[in-house]
């Protein structure tokens, strides 16, 4: 399945404005005003709508027209302009280093060659310049998600080599021979449900991920297996607070200094 055709199913902007707050984290930390910023996979646009209010000429891409509309219509909203652009986040339609900033929230470690991703990133962006990257660390409750999915896929699945950006050897390994240095910070942040309930709906039947893995297990007869396997690990994981089901989930943070 193409990205632009699988990131379009569901609702991913429901499922993924949960976790925004890592993305205008990241635009508050990293951009200043004037500055040339590239968002890689924006999705709903959070990070391009935060980085566009700072300031920054924006230029943000993505692969799912859905995602994109949905982005230009909430830019418009908060009345900021932004370049959108829909492409292959692996082969980007634009010059090289044409940019002070290019950022990727969990994004570009969906690639299927991490090592040409991280070559793309470099080449957009200009010497002196930063390159961010926000990645599920496999520890955490996101992460941990693929291993227990992975018994349940024929043949095991395969697709991204999305651990490749979430451990600092890793990411290091996939920058080798790239002319930036690496520095890591791992983050957290807090995903609120009303219940654990509504956690395990939300994930299922929103995400887009989910709904391909729903799609290749429904038809084995295991689906309600892995949907309590699920459960469990949202339920070991998390918290219950008054009125909300509280998901902490770290994240690794790399920034690229390119030289």
Known sequence: MQPGTLWSMGDYAANGDRWAAASLELAVATVRPDMAVLDIACGPGPFAIAAAR??????????????????????????????????????????????????????????????????????????GGRIAVLAWTPESAFGSMAPMVRPYLPNGGGGARVERWTRPQNVKAVFAGQPVRLQFTVRTVDVVWDDLEDAVSDITEHNPAWLGIRAAVEPTGRWSDLESDLSTLLAARGRIEPGRFVLPVDYLETLALKA
């Open 54 to 127: 700072v300031g920054a000429q924006v230029t943000a891409l993505d692969a799912a027209p859905k995602l994109l509309e949905l982005a230009k219509q909430r830019a418009g909203d908060a009345g900021v302009a932004v370049e959108w652009i829909e492409a292959d986040m692996t082969a980007v339609p634009l010059g090289d280093a044409r940019f002070d900033l290019v950022a990727s929230a969990f994004g570009c470690m969906f690639a299927p060659d991490p090592e040409a991703m991280a070559a793309e990133l470099v080449r957009l962006c200009r010497s």
